[in-house]
């Protein structure tokens, strides 16, 4: 889940006689803000092609959204227990994606979490559950616990409190579509973001690449390092910034899918990658799954880019992989007292 993390360093063009003219608009959907700046031949053809993206945004909303319950996502969350529910192709081809991941991640990206939302009421005041409650919502939990049945094109929820959350992957797949979109309607340079997470598409004039800073987990208006983009997504998840009070203490949003509990507040995690889908699906998990068996994890991604910040309060410690090393610009004011793998 990228959290707005990942500060773009505001770079802005001014068109010129061998440049093309930059055209820049803002919406809101899926409960964040998306920004999308494009490279156009002319401020009609910008303009259509941005308004082209949030029109497929908010389609894809329409579909994904649990908050909506006229959502084709809600519909399914809403279902009778056991009750094959036909899905669009799109929809079941999503969640069969998305099924995919959490197995490969051994259970540390997992959307099938809604007991466990529930159960620490995240989406309210937030609470402590007993332990039997955190038992059966558990028990409840976990997108392999839905039935699949792709050949019919169904899918069965296992209990009256199993439902699927795409918070976890939603906006880089809207993120996903809108690049799609944006190269139907003849844009090649263009910088998206949305909510956080970034989209790079091409390079600026110039420029090796679209500059990124990545945010210090403490302190949101400094960079722990900066990144170059060029034709991919960084998202980057952390639980310094959205949180619940619990008996005087801080709860962060980000749930882990094999105990249940939520993650501690020990840093973030900052995934690169070519598909915006995964690189949304990713910083979760590996943030879920901790520090070090999340760097451990990343090493075994040659194509993907991982950076893990780790926070011990008067100081950070980096670590990131070989992919993201290509990406790294260098690094910041910021401290880092501890040791660094690699070299940008």
């Known amino acids: ?42 401020r009609a053809h910008g303009i259509r092609a941005i308004q082209a993206s949030f029109v497929e945004v908010r389609r894809l909303d329409a579909i994904l959204s649990s908050w909506r319950p006229e959502s084709e996502l809600s519909r399914l969350n809403n279902a009778a ?76 929820r296992p209990s009256a409190s199993s439902w699927i959350d795409a918070g976890g992957f939603g906006k880089g797949l809207a993120l996903r579509n809108v690049e799609r979109t944006l190269q139907t309607e003849g844009i090649e340079l263009a910088f998206v973001d949305f909510g956080g997470q970034v989209l790079a598409m091409g390079r600026p004039p110039g420029e090796r690449g679209w500059p990124v800073g990545v945010a210090d987990p403490s302190a949101r208006r400094e960079a722990a390092v900066r990144l170059t983009l060029r034709d991919q997504s960084a998202a980057t998840t952390s639980v310094s910034e959205r949180f ?25 995690v900052t995934v690169v990658a070519r598909d915006p889908f995964v690189a949304d699906l990713l910083a979760t998990a590996l943030f879920t799954m901790g520090p070090d068996e999340g760097a451990a994890w990343a090493d075994t991604m040659p194509e993907i880019g991982v950076l893990v910040v780790r926070d011990h309060t008067d100081s950070l410690s980096l670590r990131w992989n070989s992919a993201m090393s290509a990406v790294l610009a260098g690094q910041s004011r910021v401290h880092i007292s501890t040791h660094i793998s690699g070299n940008p």
């Open 81 to 156: 227990p056991d009750h094959p529910v036909a899905l669009s192709d799109e929809l079941l081809n999503i969640l069969v994606a998305a099924l995919r991941w959490t197995s490969w991640t051994e259970g540390a990206f997992d959307p099938g979490i809604g007991a466990l939302v529930d159960v620490w009421d995240l989406r309210g005041a937030g609470r402590r559950p007993s332990h039997e409650e955190l038992t059966n919502a558990r028990a409840a939990a976990g997108l392999r616990r839905f039935r699949f049945d792709p050949s019919a094109g169904t899918l069965a």
């Open 1 to 42: 889940m990228a959290l707005g993390l990942v500060a773009v360093t505001g770079v802005v063009y001014a068109p010129t006689p061998t440049q093309p003219l930059w055209v820049e608009r803002e919406t809101a959907v899926m409960g964040t803000r998306l920004r999308v700046a494009v490279a156009a031949r002319s």
């Open 244 to 268: 619940v009070l619990v008996g005087g203490q801080r709860m962060g949003h980000v749930l882990d899918p094999r105990t249940g509990a939520p993650v501690t507040s020990w840093g973030s």
